[in-house]
């Protein structure tokens, strides 16, 4: 029953901005440690970044000053902030509440192209 929406995926070019959500599909579902998780075609899926419930963030070092992973516990949101995009960010996105095992969302896409 527990399900995860992520959103705020597209197009954007080389250099450009998009911030990503995830939210509950549904109120009172507490998060948790929560990361965003990618996936490109032919890859693995990769973590990105980590937010735990005090607000301590860990990430990859392929995205390391350019992403930001935040938390808002008043709306069950969690946000990733990805500036200064790279054709290599090009991935599908998924996020995931470690509080939940083994739920995922349908993740939302991300191209960076010119």
């Known amino acids: 029953q527990v399900q995860f929406v992520e959103s705020g995926g597209g197009l954007a070019q080389p250099g450009g901005s998009l911030r990503l959500s995830c939210a509950a599909s549904?109120?009172?579902?507490?998060?948790?440690?929560v990361g965003w998780y990618r996936q490109a075609p032919g890859k693995q899926r990769e973590l990105v970044a980590l937010?735990?419930?005090?607000?301590?963030?860990n990430y990859a070092d392929t995205v390391k000053g350019r992403f930001t992973i935040s938390r808002d516990n008043t709306k069950d949101t969690v946000y990733l902030q990805m500036n200064d995009l790279k054709p290599e960010d090009t991935a599908v996105y998924y996020c995931?509440?470690?509080?939940?095992?083994?739920?995922w969302g349908q993740g939302t896409q991300v191209t960076v192209s010119t």
């Open positions: 937010v735990t419930s005090s607000g301590s963030t």
């Open positions: 995931y509440n470690y509080g939940t095992p083994n739920v």
């Open positions: 549904g109120g009172g579902f507490g998060f948790y440690v």
